[in-house]
């Protein structure tokens, strides 16, 4: 088995991983755990902080999913090929999808923190 090969696999766990974190966000079968999800303090004051942050997130888990995608698919492309354009596909798919999870917390937690902040308001 090639390097490319192993790449391909692993970046086919990574879009199992991603579709099934985002398949859990978008219909609330997620419970509010630090091992799984997304991370971030906010996320977890609540069920309704977790399954809103994580629902905001969703748009990006999928644009990460696309991303992972396509790492997999340029990784297995370079089995075959005989040149770079894979191996650069790879690398932007990967930042890709590094990007897009990044700034999918950001707004997971931006979105908590917003229902955390109404949750308060309605205390007083």
């Known amino acids: 088995m090639t390097a490319w090969q192993v790449l391909g696999l692993i970046a086919l766990l990574g879009v199992v991983i991603l579709t099934t974190l985002s398949y859990g966000a978008a219909t ?6 630090t091992r799984i999800g997304l991370p971030g303090k906010a996320l977890l004051t609540s069920n ?50 590094v990007a897009a999870l990044v700034r999918g917390t950001q707004v997971a937690n931006g979105s908590a923190d917003r229902v955390r902040r109404r949750s308060k308001r309605q205390l007083r």
């Open 48 to 97: 309704k902080a977790w399954n809103d942050g994580h629902r905001a997130a969703l748009p990006w888990l999928i644009v990460a999913d696309g991303a992972m995608f396509v790492v997999m698919i340029a990784a297995m492309i370079a089995v075959e090929a005989n040149s770079a354009l894979p191996a650069v596909a790879v690398v932007l798919g990967g930042l890709a999808t």
């Open 28 to 33: 609330h079968q997620l419970r509010r755990d």
